[in-house]
Structures are given as C-alpha cells and as structure tokens.
C-alpha cells in the first residue's frame, strides 16, 4: 500500500520554532474501520522539532491501527503548556470529588485541555476539499498572502490557510477553524 506522506510540505509551510509545540495523533476512523465502534486514538504526543519526528514509528503504527496520523496545524506557545497543566490540575480535582477520575479519563482531558485552552502562537485553518473539481476555485478564493500549503488527503486535499474575513467566502462550510491535517495516510487504491 501507498503512503501519503505530508511532513516535508508541513515542514516547510509551518515552521516551529524554538520551545513551541504541534501535537499529532494517531486515530483509526469508525468508517475506515467498519466496524460501527467510534474513532480510537492509539497514540498521542508532541512535535517539539519537524526533526524529532520518528516517521518508520508513525508508518508502522498507520498500518498497524488501519489509522491515519493527524497534526495540528495550529503551534503552541512554550508557555502554554503552564497554563494546560494548572487547568489539567483544575479538572483532575473535580474529577477526584465527582469520583470521575480512570487513567483514559486523565488522558483525555490533557489533550481536551492542551487542545482548547493552550495559547497558539501561529493559528492556521484546514479547508477540507473531496471534491477536486473544486480545488482551485477555493485556492483562488482565499485572499492574497493567506495560503499556506496544501496537503493530500486519502479523500482529496487540505488547503492550510491564515485565518481571513469569510463574510465573501462560499465554502465556510468546508473550513475546520481547530482542525488537524494529514501528516501519514495509506492512500486509497
């Protein structure tokens, strides 16, 4: 089977710089599975570098899991993460009182948290193309300076862009303000 392989376009649209952060998970979807159960994330981490990436790990663990590995395309300040751990700590207390608290439960709001309240220092949004009859019209529609790079998807594409005014924009529909794109994928055949 093929791989898609996004890093080397993703390395030289989103630079991270010293001390700040991506995160990447890798997820096997319900509809690529089958099997009716919901998405599961076998594995979660940060990207400190482009160069710490261990790309034969994530290869193994895609075709392992059926699974795709995803990437924000949003970098994380360095001082973010004080504030996600104080939040983090903030949650796992009333998790400790409610009697909520499990090891998956304490993972999960870590990433729940690093993903909705950690400052970004460099936002970027995913216009989300199947249809690419469509891909050049939407490119074309996306103001001058606000294109980032775009990244293939089993589906199609992922044009990364700056956030910009969408009061003119036809396909809002299509945009994911917090998304992640498509670091490794097997391609479909």
């Known amino acids: ?19 700040e952060l991506l995160t990447y998970q ?7 599975r089958g099997d009716g159960k919901s998405s ?9 570098s482009w160069d710490s990436i261990d790309i034969e790990l994530l290869s193994f663990y895609a075709n ?16 973010g993460i004080v504030q996600v751990c104080s939040k983090l700590i903030q949650r796992l207390c009333e998790m400790m009182v409610t009697g909520s ?3 998956h439960g304490v993972q999960n709001q870590f990433w729940n948290v690093m993903d909705n309240d950690a400052p970004i220092s460099d936002k970027n949004w995913i216009i989300d193309v199947d249809d690419q009859s469509l891909k ?8 001058d300076g606000f294109f980032v790079c775009e990244t293939k998807t ?25 998304g992640m794109t498509i670091l490794l994928a097997t391609e479909k055949s």
């Open 1 to 19: 089977m093929t791989m898609i392989n996004n890093l080397h376009i993703l390395q030289e649209a989103i630079p991270i710089k010293d001390g």
């Open 26 to 32: 890798v997820i096997s979807r319900k509809k690529d």
């Open 40 to 48: 599961i994330v076998h594995y979660q981490d940060w990207i400190r």
């Open 64 to 79: 392992h899991f059926n699974a795709r590995v995803y990437v924000s395309t949003c970098v994380r300040k360095p001082l």
């Open 101 to 103: 608290m499990s090891l």
């Open 136 to 143: 050049q019209v939407i490119v074309d529609s996306i103001p």
């Open 154 to 178: 089993p589906n199609g594409c992922h044009i990364i862009c700056k956030p910009f005014d969408l009061r003119d924009f036809k396909y809002r529909d299509m945009i994911h303000k917090k």
